[in-house]
Nanobody, 121 residues
Framework: QVQLVESGGGLVQAGGSLRLSCAAS????????MAWYRQAPGKQRELVAA???????NYADAVKGRFTISRDNAKNTVYLQMNNLIPEDTAVYYC???????????????WGQGTLVTVSA
């Protein structure tokens, strides 16, 4: 079973920066794509950024130019650098990974527990 543990959330003023981290742990797995989602109060969960195992990235229009997703494959860790934060970025941020079990050959999508980011005006 793969587990994702997020860290780095918190309270920041508008214009500030935060860096989220998400580390995957477990055995007998590889990771394909990784992504960050967020869910603001009263809204649906939405994709923020995604990155493939080869490093190709994709961003939501709302964060392009401000957020950067990256990953360290050796550490099974994905990062989200968030700059020039605005109050509308306030949400619970969730890490997501598409994993592959090298024993059963089964693909499984895994979610982290979420980390709260609050941006004050």
């Amino acid at each position: 079973q793969v587990q994702l543990v997020e860290s780095g959330g918190g309270l920041v003023q508008a214009g500030g920066s935060l860096r989220l981290s998400c580390a995957a742990s477990g055995s007998r797995f590889s990771i394909n794509a990784m992504a960050w989602y967020r869910q603001a109060p009263g809204k649906q969960r939405e994709l923020v950024a995604a990155i493939t195992s080869g490093g190709s990235t994709n961003y939501a229009d709302a964060v392009k130019g401000r957020f950067t997703i990256s990953r360290d494959n050796a550490k099974n860790t994905v990062y989200l650098q968030m700059n020039n934060l605005i109050p509308e970025d306030t949400a619970v941020y969730y890490c997501n990974a598409v994993t592959f079990n090298i024993i059963t050959f089964r693909q499984l999508e895994v979610w982290g527990q979420g980390t709260l980011v609050t941006v004050s005006a």
